[in-house]
């Protein structure tokens, strides 16, 4: 298999984001139940997509981080839901289909609403500015699908300028050494002016954007640190299709 897909990400992350939440569907639905950061985030997506009627969970990693309850019907596309584990059935209201967020296997204008959680980051090509094509891929993905007037809605991993800028720089040396020591692939995170930036560009209007309150846990590459010490705070972005 060559290194890059021919979906825009690096045959190493589909692999490795696939086996990732496949094997710890249990384990990382227990995290986000337990962590303030996912309980507010949970919170404030449920506020978003509250009466829809159809709605498309992009990656959505084997849990719906909202309250399936408030939406008609639910369509939820990962890499791997032709794998998925025994013992997690979805609720009677989401249906699970094997897909890409950069090649969605759904026909144009057949939504009403769009869901990203916690999904950007981990949109990985060979170097940076492969990862932002992939970005602006699974936007205009999730444009196609939207019928006119139908909303995306964004919750991502963000951090600051600074900090982007580190990141952008060591990618090319880091990502090679996580992917190697860790199951988890690397990943890399926008400053929440880019992704909103972003969102404009392909939506062509106005972007709703508010920071989700933390808590005093998040998960880091699968593992619980310390939000005092982490530079990332989640977003949440909303716009509607023209």
Known sequence: ?????????????????GTF????MASYRKSIEELEIYANIHASLSDAISGSG??????NGG????????????????LFFDEILPGHPPPANVTLKKGSALDLPEPDQSYDCAVMAMLIHHLVGTNVDECLKNVRRALREAHRVLRPG?????????????FYQFERLVFPLVSPVINALIEHPATIQYTPQMLRAEIENVFEGPVEMKEIPRG?????Y?????????P???????ASRR
């Open 1 to 17: 298999m060559s290194q890059e897909s021919s979906q825009g990400q690096t045959s190493r992350s589909l692999a490795a984001n």
């Open 21 to 24: 939440f496949r094997d710890r």
């Open 54 to 59: 159809r709605l498309v969970d992009i990656g």
């Open 63 to 78: 849990s719906c981080d909202y309250d399936t309850r408030l939406v008609r019907e639910i369509t939820a596309i990962d």
């Open 150 to 162: 139908g909303k995306i809605v964004v919750a991502e991993s963000c951090v600051g300028p600074f």
């Open 216 to 220: 005093q846990w998040l998960l880091h």
């Open 222 to 230: 699968g593992f619980k640190f310390p939000c005092a010490l982490s």
């Open 232 to 238: 990332a705070r989640p977003f949440q972005f909303c």
